[in-house]
């Protein structure tokens, strides 16, 4: 278990703000954090990993802390167990792919972790190129890689596949979910992306001016959530009922059609729903068997 309470000032979007957060993370978790720019989130990020310091608080991994203002205790970044994933990438360019994780390898381990991860990331064959040749997805996929070869204790992400088009978000999220399965990391995520977040999550907070306004499961915090998206697939258009069906990820919903143009949707299209909008109609009569998504 993790055991995070922090205070520090920043300066946000806004102006200052006080972060004050306090929560626990149960072992091999995925949480992930939410919220406006400038609410706290990588700041929280930073202060797990040792590259902010808080003003006051605790940050406890197991029997370990970490952190801790009142007995004096800092544990260095390089001391502390996590693997770290950014929106850019951050390979060394001179390095191959396979020198990049040899990087980030302790000592003591032996490379075969790297063959390992090699396999499990699909990169093997990438393994002596360097990552000016490769594609967007493919060098975050290096990046995940090499955070993970480190068998960290935690995985931080801050928005590691925002700057990536939809395809290539959903296979590297196949490929995180593979990852979490395989090593039983916990995870901390910053994500804007409610699809993401409610396919990967099991706990969310979201942030608001530095405090946690609310957590929970995806299903109990992402439908309280205003002027987000949700994303769905059309698998089912009733124009004489006036009820489109969704699919997302896990679940089955249903919308009222209140304009014309969605008697133009068809199975198969993605279709973008604001959550409030998702919550409003949740109680309609099914015309199927499903789950509310809250």
Same mark, same amino acid.
């Given at each position: 278990?993790?055991?995070? #309470?922090?205070?520090?000032?920043?300066?946000?979007?806004?102006?200052?703000?006080?972060?004050?957060?306090?929560?626990?993370?149960?072992?091999?978790?995925?949480?992930?954090?939410?919220? $406006?720019?400038?609410?706290?989130?990588?700041?929280? @990020?930073?202060?797990?990993?040792?590259?902010?310091? $808080?003003?006051?608080?605790?940050?406890?991994?197991?029997?370990?802390?970490?952190?801790?203002?009142?007995?004096?205790?800092?544990?260095?970044?390089?001391?502390?167990?996590?693997?770290?994933?950014?929106?850019?990438?951050?390979?060394?360019?001179?390095?191959?792919?396979?020198?990049?994780?040899?990087?980030? *390898?302790?000592?003591?381990?032996?490379?075969?972790?790297?063959?390992?991860? *090699? &396999?499990?990331?699909?990169?093997?064959?990438?393994?002596?190129?360097?990552?000016?040749?490769?594609?967007?997805?493919?060098?975050?996929?290096?990046?995940?890689?090499?955070?993970?070869? #480190?068998?960290?204790?935690?995985?931080?992400?801050?928005?590691?596949?925002?700057?990536?088009?939809?395809?290539?978000? *959903?296979?590297?999220?196949?490929?995180?979910?593979?990852?979490? &399965?395989?090593?039983?990391?916990?995870?901390?995520?910053?994500?804007?992306?409610?699809? &993401?977040?409610?396919?990967?999550?099991?706990?969310?907070?979201? *942030?608001?001016?530095?405090?946690?306004?609310?957590?929970?499961? $995806?299903?109990?915090?992402?439908?309280?959530?205003?002027?987000? @998206?949700?994303?769905?697939?059309?698998?089912?258009?009733?124009?004489?009922?006036?009820?489109?069906?969704?699919?997302?990820?896990?679940?089955?919903?249903?919308?009222?059609?209140?304009?014309?143009?969605?008697?133009?949707?068809?199975?198969?299209?993605?279709?973008?729903?604001?959550? &409030?909008?998702?919550?409003?109609?949740?109680?309609?009569?099914?015309?199927?068997?499903?789950?509310?998504?809250?």
């Amino acid at each position: 278990m993790i055991s995070i #309470r922090i205070k520090k000032r920043l300066r946000g979007a806004e102006g200052k703000i006080q972060l004050e957060a306090a929560f626990t993370v149960q072992a091999s978790a995925i949480v992930a954090l939410m919220g $406006p720019s400038g609410a706290g989130k990588t700041s929280i @990020l930073k202060m797990v990993a040792g590259l902010m310091t $808080p003003d006051e608080g605790m940050i406890e991994v197991g029997n370990e802390k970490w952190f801790d203002s009142q007995q004096k205790i800092y544990r260095l970044p390089q001391k502390r167990s996590i693997g770290f994933v950014f929106q850019e990438y951050a390979l060394f360019p001179n390095m191959s792919i396979r020198e990049n994780l040899q990087y980030a *390898l302790h000592r003591q381990e032996s490379s075969k972790v790297i063959d390992e991860v *090699l &396999e499990v990331m699909n990169i093997r064959n990438l393994q002596h190129q360097r990552p000016v040749s490769l594609s967007g997805g493919q060098q975050q996929r290096v990046a995940l890689a090499r955070a993970i070869v #480190r068998r960290p204790r935690i995985l931080l992400l801050d928005e590691p596949f925002a700057a990536l088009d939809k395809t290539m978000r *959903l296979k590297l999220q196949e490929d995180l979910l593979r990852l979490h &399965e395989r090593y039983n990391t916990t995870t901390l995520m910053v994500s804007h992306d409610v699809l &993401e977040v409610a396919r990967m999550a099991d706990q969310v907070m979201l *942030l608001n001016d530095g405090h946690i306004e609310r957590s929970g499961t $995806p299903q109990e915090v992402l439908p309280m959530m205003k002027n987000h @998206l949700l994303e769905g697939e059309v698998i089912a258009v009733d124009v004489q009922q006036g009820i489109v069906t969704l699919a997302i990820p896990h679940v089955l919903s249903q919308i009222r059609l209140t304009t014309a143009e969605g008697t133009s949707w068809k199975k198969g299209d993605y279709i973008q729903v604001s959550a &409030e909008k998702v919550q409003l109609h949740r109680n309609l009569p099914p015309a199927a068997p499903h789950n509310s998504p809250e």
